[in-house]
């Protein structure tokens, strides 16, 4: 058997105390829940960001392509824009139905007003109760879509009266 010195086996003590001091601040790093969230946020962070990056690339490749399609189709450019044009006039068209029918019933006109107003009155409470307490959005979303939908329901009836 070796004999040992009394430094020499303090020497040891100290050097195990330090490596294990180093391993228990190094697992405290580990397990901190500070430091948990930190690396969690961290790889949500990087997750999103290469979500976004595939996402953009793949927007751009789509949308390129979208234009070397156009470019070998001119007729397919010029069907599209004239369905474009078409869409459009049609919605300045029913716009004017709309305005000369409410003109013509001046009842049906303030029914409707009526509606958009109590809509509008509907989105701003609800909005203002979204603010003082999340849990009556729903509450609020709900009456604005009944709103809504008395609204569609009241138009339809007066366009089977109109008719």
């Not at 949500?44 to 789509?62: G, K, N, P």
């Not at 509907?122 to 849990?135: G, I």
């Amino acid at each position: 058997m070796t004999s040992t010195s009394s430094d020499e086996i303090r020497s040891d003590i100290e050097a195990t105390r330090a490596r294990l001091g180093s391993d228990l601040d190094q697992l405290s790093d580990r397990v901190s829940p500070h430091r948990v969230a930190g690396r969690t946020a961290q790889d949500l962070r990087r997750r999103v960001s290469s979500t976004t990056e595939t996402a953009r690339h793949t927007a751009d490749q789509a949308k390129a392509t979208m234009r070397r399609q156009l470019d070998a189709h001119p007729q397919v450019t010029a069907s599209a824009e004239k369905a474009r044009q078409t869409a459009g006039s049609a919605a300045g068209s029913a716009t004017q139905t709309v305005h000369r029918q409410l003109d013509a019933h001046p009842q049906v006109a303030a029914k409707v007003q009526q509606a958009r107003d109590t809509a509008g009155s509907a989105v701003s409470t609800s909005r203002q109760k979204a603010a003082d307490n999340p849990r009556t959005t729903g509450l609020a979303a709900g009456a604005a879509a009944l709103v809504a939908l008395l609204v569609a329901v009241l138009w339809r009836r007066h366009g089977a009266d109109a008719d």
